[in-house]
């Protein structure tokens, strides 16, 4: 048996998230697992680094998968984009692993970018690719909230109630907002994330920059512990998992 | 009577290009026509800066359009994108100027950027949006072909058949690859340009960057005034259309 290291892209649109559900509804993971069932003959299981919700994207999605018989990493690679020409989930690159490695378990860090257009005029080329908001964000005030934010803090306040980790404490390795022309990306990097934490902080940020609350706000809204002191959850459109490392 | 400047983008991937066809046939011009109908009560004729094909895409394309009815601007970019929300169009901004405006005889350049994403893996977030090229191309061969285009020449070798013009004669005044990554991007600037005169530069450019022909062969092939000796036309989905500009 052989493990093999799985990275990926995909456009979360037309996806009713990652994890696999019944028969029918398009996952991410049910196309992947599809795909393998149909090359090797047999049902096969993927593991990914983590879900992501329905409509989020990933520049940088990695899932591994063990296989019986021995085949060279790119004829895995081309038998599975093959299979997935008409979804749209790219194969970037697949290698082979030691038993030990572990998708989810593994990782090191993992990063997202949420994007933001912040213009009067609706979204034509970024449709689905972007959060469209039309108040004028201020770049400072949502860096000086997001500034609260980075560090070993209980993120209850920024948390799902379906969230099902066991802590609500989380370790933020970076949070910046970073502005060209009508652009706002939103960068997070943390060894893990509690389920819509991310999108949970953009909604608050996006609340700052507009002047809605100032830059503070987020301190008082953190040490509140309550998910109802913050902003709405962003929409799943402007948000790409970006980046999973493993040592 | 007023005239209005219209500034829009759109995703060219639904549309049978920039101009109005026949009852039925998604057209851009044809869309943003029912619109000005709908809003104004009557047929309306849109002037485009010039045509896009099927699939082309817009970040910057210029219109205008005569109006009876005494508008505010921003009132006719709400009413024309509150009509538009369904399809991938959107106005970006709407100006009155004078009566001597011209979307297409006022314009003094229009630059284009075509996408390539170059890499083995299918694209996913890029479908539609880039040229998926799989054989690894030389940047520096590219640009060191693409100058041999830059100036006043006759451009017959990478005219279309169909193309109307009276003359082939143009002068380029920017051609440059730029590369991020594996994205790479050609930018193209003129006064006007022949029909499918950038696909069919780039296509001979991607035959320079993988190697097929040295870049001097470019010199030959404007040269030969026959569009034979180019290579093929670069397929529609990697073209943007990116800025007009006006005195």
Redesign the interface.
């Known amino acids: 048996m052989s493990r093999f290291k799985l990275t990926?892209?995909?456009?979360g649109t037309p996806f009713s998230g990652w994890q696999r559900q019944e028969d029918g509804i398009p996952t991410v993971q049910g196309m992947l697992e599809e795909a393998f069932a149909d090359f090797l003959g047999e049902p096969t299981t993927i593991w990914g680094s983590g879900r992501t919700d329905a409509g989020v994207?990933a520049?940088e999605q990695v899932a591994h998968v063990d296989i019986e018989k021995s085949y060279a990493p790119f004829a895995i690679?081309g038998a599975l984009?093959k299979r997935?020409?008409d979804v749209?989930?790219?194969?970037?690159?697949v290698e082979e692993v030691s038993d030990d490695f572990h998708a989810r378990f593994s990782t090191t860090s993992r990063a997202y970018e949420y994007k933001i257009i912040n213009?009067?005029?609706?979204?034509?080329?970024e449709?689905n690719?972007a959060w469209w908001v039309i108040p004028p964000l201020s770049l400072e005030a949502m860096n000086e909230g997001a500034a609260y934010l980075i560090g070993h803090h209980d993120f209850t306040s920024f948390r799902d109630s379906q969230c099902q980790a066991a802590s609500p404490f989380k370790t933020l390795d970076v949070l910046k907002v970073e502005q060209k022309g009508d652009l706002i990306v939103i960068k997070a990097k943390a060894l893990s994330f509690l389920h819509r934490q991310v999108r949970n902080m953009v909604g608050t940020l996006k609340l700052v920059g507009e002047g809605v609350w100032p830059p503070e706000k987020v301190k008082e809204i953190l040490e509140a512990c309550d998910r109802r002191a913050a902003g709405p959850t962003a929409p799943p459109e402007g948000l790409y998992l970006s980046e999973i490392k493993y040592d």
């Open positions: 990926l892209e995909y456009d994207h520049k690679q984009n997935l020409h749209p989930i790219s194969i970037l690159k213009r009067r005029a609706p979204l034509a080329l449709k690719r």
